[in-house]
């Protein structure tokens, strides 16, 4: 599969533009801009982080009249696990990680700055990029570079189909190996599969627990993907493990916007995390269903947290499961 990931590589209407970059710790923005008003982002848009003569996109697409539109790529963002912190807070620094940068974990197209058509979300093991860099002034375009990542075969955790920022139609979450996991109707609000939750289809569509879209392991993937789970203090428990018992809170739209947790000791150290994740994910949830309505609900979810020896022999620190 090849992907093309252009700077400046011509208008995106016949609107005379003019070209723009800037730079903050590392990372690089290419665009364009209306001639007649700077402050209009419009054309191609790239951004990139540099480091030692090496490049990893971050993403790239376009802008209309300031907004979004048009198709829409965006790649897995690497950190420094050395990387300093502040007041006791952990201070992020991009780094370029060969197995795990210039990755693409989502593609989609926007319309007037909302998704808006089938939306690509991938897991980070496919199989290995490579990024090519190209000058493309040399190539007859008018000023930057051209980009392109080489990534043959893309595994899809979930697609569905997006109107005005607003799910509908059916959107199925895959595994690693192509297996379906879970299917659900956004249009008629029905969930039609769940192949961990309910093995067995019965009364789905009157009868559900609240669930996250894609299903547990999906729900796994994405909450290790998070930077800021991987705190300065160490949160390994003094006894062989401990249950974190962590609530999120879904009203009847499937949107969270709170969570809870069990065990004071470890509230304040998780608060990033949570928070973190359910800003990301505020519409991956899906109500409870009961007698065919759906119904404010909580979804809770046991984190098993191992102590340091623990984790080594089982090479595993922590794993989760919903109740």
């Keep these: 599969m090849n992907i093309c990931c252009l700077g400046f590589l011509g208008p995106?209407?016949?609107?005379?533009?003019q070209n723009r970059s800037s730079y903050s710790n590392g990372v690089i923005e290419e665009f364009q801009i209306l001639a007649s008003d700077k402050e209009i982002k419009h054309g191609s848009y790239v951004k990139y982080f540099s480091l030692a003569g090496k490049m990893a996109i971050l993403e790239n697409g376009y802008f209309r009249n300031n907004k979004k539109h048009g198709m829409w790529e965006y790649y897995n963002q690497t950190?420094?696990?050395?990387?300093?912190?502040l007041n006791g807070l952990v201070v992020p620094t991009y780094t370029i990680d060969d197995s795990r940068s210039n990755k693409l974990i989502s593609k989609g197209n926007y319309q007037q700055g909302k998704r808006h058509g089938i939306w690509f979300?991938?897991?980070?093991?496919s199989i290995p990029s490579v990024l090519v860099r190209s000058d493309a002034r040399a190539e007859g375009a008018s000023s930057g570079q051209t980009?392109?990542?080489?990534?043959?075969?893309?595994?899809?955790?979930?697609?569905g189909q997006f109107q005005k920022d607003k799910r509908i139609g059916t959107w199925v979450s895959f595994s690693a190996d192509g297996e379906v996991l879970q299917t659900y109707d956004y249009s008629n609000h029905k969930l039609i599969k769940d192949s961990i939750a309910y093995p067995e289809l019965i009364h789905l569509a009157t009868h559900h627990k609240p669930l996250f879209l894609?299903?547990?392991?999906?729900?796994?993937?994405?909450?290790?993907?998070?930077?800021?789970?991987?705190?300065?203090e160490l949160l390994y428990p003094k006894e062989d493990s401990?249950?974190?018992?962590?609530?999120?809170?879904?009203?009847?739209?499937?949107?969270?916007?709170?969570?809870?947790?069990?065990?004071?000791?470890?509230?304040?150290?998780?608060?990033?995390?949570?928070?973190?994740?359910?800003?990301?994910y505020p519409d991956y949830w899906i109500?409870?269903?009961?007698?065919?309505?759906?119904?404010?609900?909580?979804l809770s979810v046991d984190w098993i947290i191992y102590s340091k020896k623990y984790a080594r022999k089982k090479m595993l620190?922590?794993?989760?499961?919903?109740?």
């Design 214 to 232: 894609g299903g547990e392991s999906i729900f796994k993937f994405l909450f290790s993907q998070l930077d800021s789970w991987k705190f300065t």
């Design 79 to 85: 950190y420094d696990d050395t990387r300093a912190t």
């Design 12 to 17: 995106l209407q016949t609107q005379e533009l």
């Design 147 to 159: 980009f392109e990542i080489l990534q043959p075969e893309l595994q899809a955790y979930l697609i």
């Design 242 to 280: 401990i249950v974190l018992t962590l609530v999120f809170l879904i009203d009847t739209l499937g949107h969270c916007s709170h969570w809870e947790i069990n065990h004071p000791k470890y509230e304040k150290r998780l608060q990033k995390c949570l928070d973190e994740f359910i800003s990301i």
């Design 121 to 125: 979300y991938y897991y980070l093991d």
């Design 317 to 323: 620190a922590w794993r989760i499961q919903f109740q």
């Design 287 to 298: 109500p409870a269903v009961e007698n065919g309505q759906k119904i404010q609900s909580k």
